[in-house]
Antibody
């Protein structure tokens, strides 16, 4: 069974940092591109970042470019999101999301999310 | 940058009724469009890809149609578990972005 389990969320002050992690299991992690997507409470979905199989190719949404850094560890079946210079508007549930290998551009498995709250 | 606009924002229907949800793209996306369902308190799940193909395990009452800029998700007969929020999504190859519509909530009337 495919599982994506996020961790690392919590309360942080504006300007602070947080590192999210996603532990993957139930599939051959190194064969899948990964993403992070967030959802502010009661709001819609926003794609944040993509990382390729080896980690050599990375993309970010403009809203987080220069502040967030995605990385992966294929030996440990994990993907991470380092979030710096956090703002109140970064408050959201953060989902670790697997990219489908069968359909380009679609997300086939999502974690349950971890909540990040940016507040003083 | 492609913008996806979903309508209506909320759809109030009874179980057994037919639901028709719309997603309009600001420019042609061919058939490169997906639909996701998000039940309360849960993560989204992929329903439809390439505008009209059901994802693995998705019941036949869900169908998608459209191409270019106008797309529709139809649920032929609403089951209690179908009351949820539905999002459309498109992936642009360049610049590489993944865009979601703002969502349509299907609620019990």
């Amino acid at each position: 069974e495919v599982q994506l389990v996020e961790s690392g969320g919590g309360l942080v002050q504006p300007g602070g940092s947080l590192r999210l992690s996603c532990a993957a299991s139930g599939f051959t992690f190194r064969n899948y591109e990964m993403n992070w997507v967030r959802q502010a409470p009661g709001k819609g979905l926003e794609w944040l970042s993509y990382i390729s199989l080896s980690g050599a190719t990375i993309y970010y949404a403009d809203s987080v470019k220069g502040r967030f850094t995605i990385s992966r560890d294929n030996a440990k079946n994990s993907v991470h999101l380092q979030m710096d210079s956090l703002r109140a508007e970064d408050t959201a549930f953060y989902y670790c999301v697997r990219a489908s290998t069968e359909v380009e551009g679609m997300f086939d498995y999502w974690g349950q999310g971890t909540l990040v709250t940016v507040s003083s | 940058e492609i913008v996806l606009t979903q309508s209506p924002a909320t759809l109030s229907l009874s179980p057994g009724e037919r639901a028709t949800l719309s997603c309009r793209a600001s420019q042609s996306v061919s058939r490169s469009l997906g639909w996701y369902q998000q039940r309360p308190g849960q993560a989204p799940r992929l329903l439809i890809y390439d505008a009209s193909n059901r994802a693995t395990g998705i019941p036949g009452r869900f169908s998608g149609s459209g191409s270019g800029t106008d797309f529709t998700l139809t649920i032929t007969s609403l089951e209690p578990e179908d009351f949820a929020v539905y999002y459309c999504q498109h992936h642009d190859s360049w610049p590489p972005t993944w865009t979601f519509g703002q969502g349509t909530k299907v609620e019990i009337k």
